[in-house]
């Protein structure tokens, strides 16, 4: 069984930072891509950020210059940092972890954390 664990939502004014982190812990061989999704109310989920095994990096539009996605490998670990926030960055952050164990490729979602940016 694989945990992934997402820490550092809250709530910050407009123009603000914060720095998401994802860790995974459990039966896992090695970790693919690490991704970062949000979810924001009445909207479907969307990938915000994505980065591979070898560091290769990947933003939406909406975030690309604001957000900065990176990973430990040693402590299996995803980090976003978010700076400049904006209102319509308020959602609920998702981490999603692909992995490799016992000869097959999983993915694993976190709970959840809630980043809520005030104008």
């Known amino acids: 069984q694989v945990q992934v664990v997402e820490s550092g939502g809250g709530l910050v004014q407009a123009g603000g930072a914060l720095r998401l982190s994802c860790a995974a812990s459990g039966k896992i061989f090695s970790i693919n891509a690490m991704n970062w999704y949000r979810q924001a109310p009445g909207k479907q989920r969307e990938l915000v950020a994505g980065?591979?095994?070898?560091?290769?990096?990947n933003y939406a539009d909406s975030v690309k210059g604001r957000f900065t996605i990176s990973r430990d490998n040693a402590k299996n670990t995803v980090y976003l940092q978010m700076n400049s926030l904006k209102p319509e960055d308020t959602a609920v952050y998702y981490c999603n972890v692909n992995y490799y164990t016992d000869y097959q490729n999983f993915g694993s979602w976190g709970q959840g954390t809630q980043v809520t940016v005030s104008s």
């Open positions: 980065i591979t095994s070898t560091g290769r990096t």
